[in-house]
């Protein structure tokens, strides 16, 4: 957060020049404003990496910068502007499609995942059994009585105890 701070007091300090009527040294006001969307713009675009934004800060700077570019430069400029824009605007719908496509995506570690997965019997104890799941040796429980050597399924898991069942081959 500490690395923010410059880029947002001088955001910060750019829309309070503006806002109180401080000039930039520029001939046309419509080049002070032109200036500032482009500051606020890439100032937007660059907060969007460090804050969860879900892609609208980098939007917003995106128009902002295309709209006070066009403002600020000249019409030779513009399809350069133009092209910034939309590879920009490309850049952050990837990101925002990205991030939607995570949230879906199964999930692949923890706890959640060996729900369903296949192992075998390796030792029985007083206490329950010991199962070779996911290629470690895991507690395991089961309400029907098992054999070493037999193939279960996980159905369940609490505070690390397997909670299996014998498959029907």
Not at 93 to 120: A, C, N, T, W
Not at 135 to 152: F, P
């Amino acid at each position: 957060m500490k690395s923010l701070l410059p880029l947002l007091l001088f955001t910060l300090s750019s829309l309070f020049a503006a806002s109180t009527g401080v000039e930039i040294k520029s001939v046309d006001p419509l080049n002070d404003v032109g200036l500032l969307l482009i500051v606020v713009g890439m100032s937007f675009m660059i907060l969007e990496v460090f804050v969860i934004g879900f892609g609208i800060l980098g939007i917003g700077g995106v128009i902002a910068f295309t709209v006070g570019s066009i403002l600020l430069f000249n019409a030779d400029t513009i399809p350069l502007v133009v092209a910034f824009s939309l590879v920009s605007l490309a850049f952050f719908i990837m990101i925002i499609r990205l991030y939607l496509k995570s949230r879906f995506v199964k999930v692949v570690v923890g706890l959640d995942e060996m729900i369903g997965l296949k192992g075998q019997v390796v030792d029985v104890t007083d206490a329950g059994y010991h199962v070779l799941c996911h290629a470690e040796i895991w507690s395991a429980t089961s309400q029907v009585k098992l054999r070493v050597g037999e193939s279960v399924q996980v159905v369940g898991l609490s505070d690390l105890v397997l909670e299996v069942k014998p498959l029907k081959e």
